[in-house]
């Protein structure tokens, strides 16, 4: 594999890593010294008013690029952690588990830098969906931790996680979807609706994959 493109894999990793463990900070401080090591971190987050439910309301132009109020239209859901759906699997015992053993957010703190609503409403969206769904793999399987792996080289965006064989052989990849039915979403003509595609509840994880 080519070194920049390892590189540039971890250091997607790393990223990652630190907007799941840190959707929150008190201040940019907050931020060690392995999260600075992406010199672009820092800009992620921002002192972006919330109301006393913690949501985040932004407006967006025709770039879709976040604006000051006035300059674009208002984005028509308010970010927040049921927009993201961490309330909803924080109400799964193993899930929730899973994110306090590996020191992920289980919630957001009121006060503070929060991340980018952009990035909240999709980079950290997506990566607690992963976590949620690799909590439920490693508890209802007889699946270890080790034989859990990202793809490598161009085959890395792909899917999100690949179970490996005893020789390391790839065995099946998961590519998973944390997506708020509740939202307008553009589905692609003759795929299934996302609002019917799948839940995640307080039981367990209830997706077709």
């Known amino acids: 594999m080519p070194y920049n493109v390892r590189i540039s894999q971890v250091m997607n990793q790393s990223y990652k890593q630190t907007i799941i463990r840190k959707p929150v900070i008190t201040t940019l401080e907050d931020l060690d010294e392995n999260d600075k090591r992406l010199t672009f971190?820092?800009?992620?987050?921002?002192?972006?008013?919330?109301?006393s439910e913690c949501e985040l309301n932004y407006y967006f132009d025709e770039r879709f690029r976040a604006c000051p109020k006035g300059k674009g239209k208002l984005f028509p859901y308010p970010i927040s952690p049921s927009y993201v759906r961490l309330d909803v699997l924080m109400k799964n015992p193993v899930i929730k588990s899973h994110f306090e053993k590996n020191g992920f957010a289980t919630t957001w703190e009121k006060e503070g830098m929060i991340l980018h609503p952009q990035i909240l409403a999709?980079?950290?969206a997506g990566e607690i969906g992963e976590e949620a769904f690799k909590a439920i793999l490693l508890h209802y399987t007889d699946?270890?931790?080790?034989?859990?792996?990202?793809?490598?080289?161009?085959?890395?965006?792909?899917?999100?996680?690949?179970?490996?064989?005893?020789?390391?052989?790839?065995?099946?990849?998961?590519?998973?979807?944390?997506?708020n039915p509740k939202v307008d979403h553009k589905d692609k003509e003759g795929d299934m609706p996302t609002a019917k595609s799948g839940k995640s509840n307080a039981k367990g994880w209830d997706a077709s994959l």
């Open 41 to 51: 971190m820092p800009k992620c987050y921002g002192d972006w008013k919330r109301n």
């Open 122 to 124: 999709t980079d950290y």
């Open 143 to 179: 699946c270890t931790e080790e034989k859990v792996k990202h793809l490598e080289g161009k085959d890395y965006e792909l899917a999100d996680f690949v179970i490996t064989n005893e020789d390391g052989s790839y065995r099946i990849a998961f590519d998973v979807k944390n997506m």
